[in-house]
């Protein structure tokens, strides 16, 4: 009978030890186990805006379709851009005959201006031979002066001549740019989503028109527990299924260096306000882990961004023995 009795509590015991043992493992696994099933898949996402403002005469693309780098998304009204630039030009070349007219000035002044100097020269001479009169001399002087001096005024309008031909070039420069501007093409391949600006449109200048999905810059975002962060490095290998049901592999690209602090706002005079109030219970933070998408996974092209994941680190030898 004891044997039984003896028996019977081995067994016990080794029920309940294999079961803390499971428990163990179960309770390493769930906290410590670099897996995370709170993951998103992410795109950049470029919002095109009107650079000028006009009426869209044209719309080349559909709402979820997919553009090349370049390529043009919609035309805005070009008419009265077409017709400053047009004025630009007329303006340049205003500009360019009014300094051609300075330059034209400055040569007729210089040329008096050596006849004056001329002729006061000769007459310094008459006048040191007594031929004339001082009253003579001092009048050609007189006439060398005037001559320096609509000499300088030509030079100072033809300095005003050149910076007016300068502005009227980066007007006209600025009115080229306004009409090339008319055309929005796509920076980025990818996709046009939730498309809601329709031809007829009035585009204002800095309004978003549409958005444009990078489709080369999709990755996944996994938000994982700070305890298990110790054993994720960047180049870890990992596994990642979508709700879905497709699964593909990828490569840790890098972990964020900060998250916000929700128990530390600022307060008044720009201190620290500390909640007063502490929870014993404390959940772990998590962390945003970027994570690149293998580029051989053939379905790359379907993903959606904001889509829900579960992504697992693949543990090399090396890391399982350091940690």
């Known amino acids: ?185 796509a920076p980025v391949s990818g996709y046009v989503t939730n498309l809601l600006t329709r031809e007829g449109d009035f585009a204002s200048g800095g309004g978003a028109l549409l958005a444009l999905v990078d489709s080369q810059s999709f990755y996944v975002s996994g938000y994982f527990e700070e305890t298990k962060l110790p054993r994720i490095e960047e180049g870890d290998r990992v596994r990642i299924e979508l709700m879905s049901g497709e699964t593909f592999g990828g490569t840790v690209q890098s972990i964020a260096f900060a998250i916000a602090d929700r128990e530390n706002s600022p307060g008044s005079r720009l201190l620290a306000n500390i909640n007063p109030s502490y929870t014993w219970v404390k959940l772990a933070q998590r962390v945003p882990v970027r994570i690149q998408i293998d580029a051989d996974y053939i379905a790359k092209n379907s993903l959606r961004a904001g889509t829900t994941a579960t992504v697992t680190v693949m543990e090399n030898r090396d890391n399982q023995a350091t940690h």
């Open 1 to 185: 009978m004891s044997l039984k009795k003896t028996v019977a509590q081995l067994v016990t015991l080794a029920v309940v030890g294999l079961a803390v043992l499971l428990g163990w493992f179960a309770w390493d696994h769930y906290t410590r186990s670099p897996w995370t099933r709170d993951a998103r898949v992410r795109a950049d996402v470029v919002t095109l805006s009107a650079e000028v403002s006009g009426r869209i005469i044209s719309l080349q693309v559909q709402d979820n379709q997919h553009v090349q780098k370049g390529q043009l998304l919609l035309e805005i009204d070009p008419a009265r851009y077409a017709l400053a630039v047009e004025h630009a030009k007329r303006s340049v070349e205003v500009a360019k005959a009014t300094e051609g007219q300075s330059k034209a000035s400055i040569i007729s002044s210089e040329a008096l201006l050596k006849q004056r100097q001329s002729e006061e020269q000769r007459r310094r001479t008459l006048k040191q031979r007594f031929a004339i009169s001082g009253e003579e001399w001092e009048k050609s002087s007189t006439e060398v002066a005037v001559a320096q001096a609509d000499l300088l005024r030509n030079q100072a309008n033809l300095g005003l001549a050149q910076a007016n031909v300068q502005l009227a070039i980066a007007a006209l420069t600025q009115a080229e740019l306004d009409l090339q501007r008319t055309r929005v093409v």
